[in-house]
């Protein structure tokens, strides 16, 4: 169950998320993310904006010392530089800090976060007056360096539309590996999929049970009667169909739950297929709407200012 991505490393198509809003504590994060090791998870998706690095970095040291994992090249590490460091001069930095509170030599996959640059220093969500044009171009080539450091095995990108990727790719030495963007049943990005499959590009989801809770998620995944329908025919849980769904499209899923009884339970998703008219329903009877819009990055003085703009358009 992994993905042999374009810089010919594989990654697990089922990776652990470690956002969380209130974050806990360090060292109940940090057993959260060691039972997680234990369960079976050996993909693990972390940001320099979560503030989960440090305690992951702790969870993988001890997870070694205890022999859960065999050595470093036996789990999957994903972090992501943030809209601060979006700037030619402040990638490699910005993923040495990020190496440092992870404990590592190198990450498996460094992504950015988002299109987009927000002045240094700005903290919280408030980008108000904030946003600074993108150098798209500049900040790949650095992304680039930190591939030819070997300070990143596979480099990619997040929150990436069709025609943000297709301006990237005409001026990347390296090709993107990943493109981790909001996907799931209720929001399910077939055009931006099979731009992604044409171009080689691995496809990852975050949002992949839609965020129940978040401050931006949507309930459309988890209440979807649709699922609900599936799940109780196949004797599945609607997170486990909706798992599935993304997995039999080939992507990989991010998946965030600090219970230990569904982590066990959302990892249990290969011994069993949905079929064509499953797949059917969820096509053509879950309607669509995008969880987290992101607006918080549009203004007119800054360099989007619609969402179709963030976007490309593509729905």
């Not at 079976?40 to 320099?48: C, E, K, Q, W």
């Not at 309607?287 to 179709?308: A, C, H, T, V, W």
């Amino acid at each position: 169950m992994d993905a042999v991505l374009s810089s010919g490393h594989r990654m697990p198509l089922i990776g652990f998320g470690t956002f969380a809003s209130p974050l806990p504590p360090l060292d109940v994060l940090t057993s959260i993310f060691l039972e997680a090791i234990e369960v079976g998870y050996r993909h693990f998706d972390t940001a320099a904006c979560y503030g989960s690095e440090e305690a992951l970095g702790r969870a993988v040291a001890e997870a070694l010392d205890r022999g859960l994992i065999e050595s470093r090249s036996h789990i999957f590490i994903t972090t992501k530089l943030w809209c601060t460091d979006t700037h030619p001069d402040l990638v490699l930095p910005a993923l040495k800090k990020s190496l440092q509170k992870l404990g590592l030599k190198y990450v498996d996959l460094y992504l950015i976060h988002w299109p987009v640059r927000v002045k240094e220093g700005t903290e919280g969500f408030d980008y108000k007056g904030k946003l600074l044009p993108f150098d798209m171009k500049g900040t790949w080539e650095a992304m680039e360096e930190c591939f030819k450091l070997g300070l990143a095995k596979s480099i990619g990108v997040s929150n990436f539309g069709t025609k943000k990727l297709s301006d990237l790719l005409l001026h990347a030495t390296i090709p993107p590996a990943v493109n981790q963007v909001e996907m799931n049943v209720a929001w399910q990005q077939e055009k931006l999929r099979e731009y992604c499959r044409d171009k080689g590009i691995q496809v990852s989801a975050w949002f992949p049970l839609g965020a129940n809770g978040a401050a931006w998620g949507t309930l459309a995944v988890v209440e979807s009667h649709v699922l609900k329908e599936i799940a109780i025919a196949r004797g599945k849980t609607v997170a486990q169909v909706a798992l599935k769904w993304i997995y039999e499209q080939g992507a990989s899923a991010i998946i965030k739950s600090f219970n230990k009884e569904r982590m066990k339970e959302n990892l249990q998703i290969l011994d069993w297929g949905l079929s064509q008219e499953d797949l059917g329903k969820i096509k053509l009877q879950i309607p669509q709407r995008r969880g987290n819009p992101g607006g918080m990055f549009i203004s007119e003085d800054g360099p989007y200012k619609s969402l179709d703009e963030l976007w490309d358009g593509d729905a």
